[in-house]
Nanobody
Framework: QVQLVESGGGLVQPGESLRLSCAAS????????MDWYRQAPGKQREWVAG???????GYTDSVKGRFTISRENAKNTMYLQMNSLEPEDTAVYYC?????????????WGQGTQVAVSS
């Protein structure tokens, strides 16, 4: 059974930084696309950033230049470095991975980690 475990959330002041991690565990083959999503109170979940197996990256406009997504395949882990955080970044952040298993390619989600930006 595949499980994604996130860590790194917390409460910070505007302008500060956080680094989120998402590690996959269990029995599986390769990990294809990896993405971060977030959901603010009262809003729909939105895509934040993504990275392909070939290390191509993409970001939503509001985080470009401030957030950096990366992956460490040997550890089945991806990261989201978040700099210059703003109150508007406050949300629960979720990781998502497309993973090859015995049953084919399957989408998995993490449990979410809270990020709060407030003075």
């Amino acid at each position: 059974q595949v499980q994604l475990v996130e860590s790194g959330g917390g409460l910070v002041q505007p302008g500060e930084s956080l680094r989120l991690s998402c590690a996959a565990s269990g029995s599986f083959g390769t990990i294809d696309d990896m993405d971060w999503y977030r959901q603010a109170p009262g809003k729909q979940r939105e895509w934040v950033a993504g990275i392909t197996s070939g290390n191509n990256t993409g970001y939503t406009d509001s985080v470009k230049g401030r957030f950096t997504i990366s992956r460490e395949n040997a550890k089945n882990t991806m990261y989201l470095q978040m700099n210059s955080l703003e109150p508007e970044d406050t949300a629960v952040y979720y990781c998502r991975m497309i993973i090859a298993t015995m049953g084919g390619r399957t989408m998995y989600w993490g449990q979410g980690t809270q990020v709060a930006v407030s003075s």
